[in-house]
């Protein structure tokens, strides 16, 4: 067994963990990527500006969050790229609705890997995801602004 298979994922993660599990092979994973980008509710105009933009992306990415009367951050996004708004909509699902220490806490290396996205994503694309994840957990209070 290895070391991330030991993770207890909170269950939305686990669930999207295995329904990757069941998808056979790259290409597959990487269909089911785009399906989750055009799955996702579109972000209005309003919230495609300047600073809700993620630096570091090769494509424009937008993500905004906002705190609910729970306490807890709320995730959207969007992108010009049909992968990318597949990987907005993984970051999205699996940092929405959490408390910040959950979000702080996620260990994205290991789900990436368990997602097989860590292996197939080029290294442009891999740091697209890198600062879109940088950007939540800091919203999060995990690391200061730069």
């Known amino acids: 067994m290895s070391d991330t298979q030991q993770i207890q994922w909170p269950d939305d993660v686990a669930e999207l963990i295995e329904d990757f599990a069941f998808l056979d092979g790259w290409e597959e994973r990487y269909m089911h990527v785009i399906d989750l980008g055009k799955a996702m509710d579109p972000l209005p105009d309003e919230d ?3 600073p809700n933009k993620v630096q ?12 609910g009367d729970d306490g ?6 969007a992108s010009d790229a049909h992968i990318v708004s597949g990987l907005v909509a993984i970051a999205t699902q699996v940092f929405s609705a959490k408390p910040d220490a959950t979000i702080r806490a996620l260990d994205t290396d290991a789900l990436f890997g368990e997602l097989g996205l860590s292996e197939h994503l080029s290294s442009q694309r891999a740091n697209g995801l890198r ?4 950007r939540i957990k800091r919203e999060a209070g995990a690391e200061p602004a730069r």
């Open 56 to 67: 570091g992306c090769a494509s424009q990415v937008w993500l905004t969050s906002a705190r």
């Open 131 to 134: 600062s879109m994840v940088a």
């Open 48 to 50: 495609r500006i300047e």
């Open 72 to 77: 807890l951050l709320r995730f959207r996004g």
